[in-house]
């Protein structure tokens, strides 16, 4: 897509991810104008050197007005694997206001000998894959997608938190309240004091949160592993100097 002749890049930075942080230092060390942005779905996420945005645009029409009346030229996808109605709503909206898209999203995790996954589609079908005697589970998926795991009560459940828990829990079960990333000690530290005998992991990729994994396999526990949703097709990377070519590549069309 060409960037017209003589203009000035801003880029939109869809963030919310270890990826999107490292991606928002280089930017801000080349001096590109851009906005970086969260959904706001946690009370103090970390700080960016790059101007902030928080909070939803209001679906593709709010977004694709907001690219028109930020004058924004570039937009990056750095969100997580799994937010993927933001990565089809940045598809639709640059693609309603002709603006350059590229997503830069890790590789998935592959199994590695010793591991023991049972890699599934969905949340649904997690559960169906849990055992019917009661066990001690760790749910590393976070908060949003837990309530389909009420269909089992008779677990002893594990979950994980960037935040204290507002509402009342779906089911009773143990809440550690941590941000990551996490550290392999410190994993395989949590699943042996408290005895968990299976893990549920979305396959989220990256390195903040792959230490649940190799843990698992240093204590030979199952993990069931749900698998990334389907995204459209967009340019995609997998590496900030290759989002950083792309933006110095259009400039050198535009200049
Ligand atoms: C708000 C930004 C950094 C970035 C940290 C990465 C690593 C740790 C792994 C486990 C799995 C989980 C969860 C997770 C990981 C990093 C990275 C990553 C998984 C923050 C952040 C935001 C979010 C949103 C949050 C979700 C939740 C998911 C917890 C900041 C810390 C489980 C995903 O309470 C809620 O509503 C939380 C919602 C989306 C999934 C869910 O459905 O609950 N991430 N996570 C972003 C925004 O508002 O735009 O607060 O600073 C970012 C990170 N989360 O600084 O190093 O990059 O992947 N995040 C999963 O993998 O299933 C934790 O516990 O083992
Ligand atoms: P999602 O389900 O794909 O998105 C739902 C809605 O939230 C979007 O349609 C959009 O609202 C808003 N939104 C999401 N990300 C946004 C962003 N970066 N900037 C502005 N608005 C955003 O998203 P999600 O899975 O809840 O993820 C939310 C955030 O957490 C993202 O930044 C993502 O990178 C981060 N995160 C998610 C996970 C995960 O497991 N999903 C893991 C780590 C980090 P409107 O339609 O109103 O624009």
């Known amino acids: 897509m060409m960037v017209s002749q003589g203009s000035t890049i801003r880029a ?15 930017i801000a ?38 690219i028109r009346s930020e004058s924004i030229t570039h937009v990056i996808d750095a969100t997580h694997p799994f937010a993927a109605e933001m990565s089809r709503n940045a598809v639709e909206a640059c693609a309603q206001t002709d603006t350059p898209l590229i997503a830069l999203e890790r590789a998935p995790w592959t199994n590695a000998p010793g591991d023991r996954w049972t890699e599934i589609p ?35 459940y594990t979950l994980r938190f960037v935040d204290p ?24 530290e949590m699943l042996r004091s408290r005895g968990i005998a299976w893990i549920v992991a979305r396959n989220s990729g990256g390195d903040g949160a792959r230490a649940k994994i190799d843990a698992a396999r240093k204590l030979d526990l199952p993990v069931i592993m749900i698998s990334r ?20 590549h259009s400039t050198r069309l535009g200049a």
């Open 12 to 26: 939109l930075i869809l963030g919310g991810t270890a990826d999107a942080s490292e991606l928002a230092a280089a």
């Open 29 to 66: 060390r080349a001096r590109i104008d851009a906005v970086y942005s969260y959904g706001g779905r946690t009370r103090a996420p970390a700080d960016q050197p790059l101007p902030t945005r928080i909070g939803g645009f209001g679906g593709v029409s709010g977004l694709a007005d907001y």
């Open 165 to 188: 828990p507002e509402a009342p829990l779906p089911f009773a079960a143990d809440v550690i309240v941590s941000r990551g990333p996490f550290t392999l000690d410190g994993e395989l």
């Open 122 to 156: 969905d949340v649904t079908a997690a559960v169906a894959a849990l055992p019917e005697a009661p066990a001690k589970i760790f749910l590393a998926i976070g908060r949003q997608h837990i309530a389909p795991f009420a269909a089992k009560p008779q677990h002893a």
């Open 229 to 248: 949703p389907a995204l459209p097709e967009r340019q995609r990377v997998e590496s900030v100097s290759e989002v950083m070519q792309w933006i110095g």
